[in-house]
Nanobody, 122 residues
């Protein structure tokens, strides 16, 4: 079984910064993409940023230039540095990992964290 444990959410004023962390543990051979998604009240979950095992990154247009995703492959951990936060960034942020494990050697499986609340006050 694979677990993703997130940390770093909280309440911050507009213009402030937060850093989210997500550590994967369990029966993992390797991890392909790792990413962050968010879901605001009444809205669908959306991709925020994703990073491949090789370090290639992709961002939602709404966060480009403000957020930075990074990862430590040795620790199976992904980070999201969020700067210049806006009230519209308020959401529950979820970590995702596409991992290879012992249950199915033919394709990677998705794992999700429990979510961490980020609230940006105006």
């Amino acid at each position: 079984q694979v677990q993703l444990v997130e940390s770093g959410g909280g309440l911050v004023q507009a213009g402030g910064s937060l850093r989210l962390s997500c550590a994967a543990s369990g029966s993992i051979f390797s991890i392909d993409d790792m990413g962050w998604y968010r879901q605001a009240p009444g809205k669908q979950r959306e991709l925020v940023a994703v990073i491949t095992s090789g370090g290639t990154t992709n961002y939602a247009d709404s966060v480009k230039g403000r957020f930075t995703i990074s990862r430590d492959n040795a620790k199976n951990t992904v980070y999201l540095q969020m700067n210049s936060l806006k009230p519209e960034d308020t959401a529950v942020y979820y970590c995702n990992a596409e991992y290879w494990g012992p249950l199915d050697p033919t394709r990677p499986a998705p794992a999700w964290g429990q979510g961490t609340q980020v609230t940006v006050s105006s």
